[in-house]
């Protein structure tokens, strides 16, 4: 069955917002060709992974339901129904929700930017939860009151890590009727039950092996004592309410959803029965997801519910063997880390490791990080100054560099498209911009011809390139401010105190009497009264270093670049 048409997709979160509900719509997803029955369930053979027909992206993905990279297939021609576990907003956000979030937003930034995939990205946010409930009575407040601030604040750290936004956000609370019908729907399918005691409960063995599509279940056992339950695997759909807890009215009495159910149902409302991409951390895979599966199959009354499940690895204090998390309170909040590194140092972490693989965080990790990008700015900065005729070189040998920046385009993409191999992409990058930096070498003196165009081609792929990434390096105002009129004034001051000691230096004549050690007055000679204006100079310049002006004097010719304060960078 195909997906609804973005326009519909529209619609539907307009009807949403205005609290219509489309439990109808809901309903009309069906695929009433691919029951589920009796005499199938318990083969094992369902757990097969069905290569969905359609739109071929050519870009391979590892898929959790194989356990291999598998083609990606959409239902449809370059939109991808992209779906994912939002944050369970009881706390600050840490550096391993940030990690999480920042590498999808890389995955879906070079799905849309370098394959043209209209990523429509939906996300969830789990503003009712049993932390919740907890936070809220230890710090008195409301459940409402807590869960919005930390969504507010959450949604403020991925902006400042400048993770795109979701096509939309949805929360569970405003959800309820339609999880409500949802569980119903599930009840008359015959896959869950209710108890006296007023819980609803997913009945795994009513699905037989095909509870277990992404974990193989030998060994795992659920929760255990719950009395209710028929079996341990089983899991809550609706939690009837203790005494003091947020509850809504149901059929089953008052209570409130259990955890995995707001996603099938929030999943469902919007694409409907057939879903590309769900993501989450590697730890969402079991229960949660499985638990999405199990649900969404027994609903959908279909074969295949979401075709690919990303995970990402986890994020770990460099020499702890646990993950950053919120219970183990061994984590940096987003905002903590910010105030020491910027979101373009932190994407660069996040790029130079597969984002499946477990990532250390450590000060020497993301000081890699911060001198990759430190390099990749340097050589933008002197291509640049190269074009404007500012820093001279001996004639470039062109084709070489075109020939590399082909070969770069050409493998950039192809790394890419397998699994997203962004390690492999900057090392890619890396190798272009060592060839370019090979020809950047400052002389004094140049004959023959200047060769601006590759160089701005060059420049210009490289910052295209980093900007699928997400990481702007025009963005100067994570550093500094954002009027733009820094900017400027550097340039000017930069060019006054060039013109200065270019005068300085113009008469050579004999060496001063007691040269300062590290001056630039040791290298040439100026006159006795000029040497005054060059300390200026070099105390101008030695000043404005740490502030983030970083000065090159070359030869006569000064150019300049912001950096980060307090960071020294060799010239
Ligand atoms: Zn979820």
């Known amino acids: 069955m195909k997906m609804r048409l973005p326009l519909a997709f529209i619609t539907n979160v307009k009807l949403f917002n205005s609290g219509f509900r489309i439990r109808h719509g809901i309903h009309n997803q069906v695929t009433k060709t691919s029951l589920l029955s009796s005499c199938n369930i318990c083969s094992g053979a369902e757990r097969k992974w069905i290569k969905p027909v359609g739109y071929d992206t050519g870009v391979m993905t590892y898929n959790s339901l194989t356990k291999q990279k598998e083609p990606l ?62 936070r809220s009575l230890e710090e008195n407040i409301s459940p409402t009151v807590l869960a919005r601030m930390h969504e507010e604040e959450f949604k403020k750290d991925m902006q400042a890590l400048r993770v795109l936004p979701p096509a939309v956000y949805m929360r569970v609370t405003d959800n309820i009727p339609q999880i409500v019908a949802f569980i119903e729907r599930i009840i008359r399918n015959g896959h869950a039950y209710v108890t006296n005691q007023g819980n609803v409960y997913f009945n795994t063995q009513s699905i037989g092996s095909r509870y277990g599509k992404l974990v193989n279940l030998g060994g795992i056992v659920g929760e255990q004592g719950v009395q209710d339950k028929r079996d341990p695997r089983d899991f809550a759909l609706w939690k009837a309410s203790k005494p ?18 707001e996603c099938s149902t929030i999943a469902s409302s919007v694409f409907g029965s057939q879903l590309d991409i769900h993501s989450g951390g590697i730890d969402l895979a079991f229960p949660h997801h499985e638990n999405e599966i199990a649900q969404s199959e027994a609903y959908h009354q279909c074969e295949q519910w979401g075709n690919y499940f990303l995970h990402s690895g986890h994020l770990h204090l460099k020499g702890s063997v646990e993950k950053m998390s919120k219970s183990l309170k061994n984590y940096i909040t987003i905002k903590d880390f910010l105030s020491s590194y910027t979101a373009n140092e932190f994407r660069l972490f996040c790029l130079l490791t597969k984002y499946r693989s477990a990532i250390d965080y450590s000060d020497a990790s993301m000081n890699e990080a911060r001198s990759t990008l430190s390099t990749i ?37 192809k790394v890419l498209a397998d699994d997203f191999d962004t390690p492999k992409a900057v090392d890619a990058i890396m190798s272009l911009i060592h060839h370019g930096n090979c020809q950047l070498q400052p002389v004094t003196k140049v004959h023959g011809p200047r060769s601006p165009v590759v160089f701005g081609a060059m420049l210009s792929y490289v910052r295209e390139i980093m900007g699928v990434f997400g990481v702007d ?83 006569t010719i000064s150019t300049w670049e912001i950096t980060r304060r307090g960071e020294t960078r060799k010239n």
Not at 246 to 253: A, E, L, R, T, V
Not at 383 to 394: E, F, K, P
Not at 501 to 512: E, G, M, N, Y
């Open 73 to 134: 297939v959409l239902a449809q021609e370059r939109i991808a129904s992209w779906y994912s576990c939002g944050p369970t907003v009881y706390d600050h956000a840490h550096l391993g929700h940030a990690c999480s979030y920042v590498r999808f937003d890389i995955l879906q930034r070079i799905l849309s930017k370098l394959f043209g995939i209209n990523v429509i990205h939906v996300m969830v946010i789990t503003n009712i939860d049993d932390k919740i409930i907890q």
């Open 244 to 261: 003091h807890e947020p509850h809504w009215d149901s059929p089953w009495g008052q209570g409130r959803p259990g955890w995995h159910i």
């Open 377 to 413: 700015s340097a050589f933008c900065h002197n291509a640049q100054a190269y074009m404007q005729g500012h820093l001279q070189c001996q004639p470039i040998e062109e084709g070489i560099l075109w020939e590399r920046l082909c070969a770069t385009q050409t493998n950039v993409r």
């Open 473 to 555: 390096l025009l963005d100067t105002k994570e550093v500094h401010d954002s009027s733009g009129v820094l900017n400027n004034v550097v340039e000017e001051l930069v060019h006054f105190r060039s013109e200065v000691r270019k005068f300085a230096l113009s008469v050579q004549d004999q060496a001063p009497q007691d040269p300062q050690p590290g001056s630039e007055i040791q290298k040439g000679h100026p006159q006795p009264d000029r040497v005054p204006l060059l300390k200026a100079c070099d105390a101008l310049r030695n000043n404005l270093a740490p502030l983030g002006v970083h000065i090159k004097d070359r030869s």
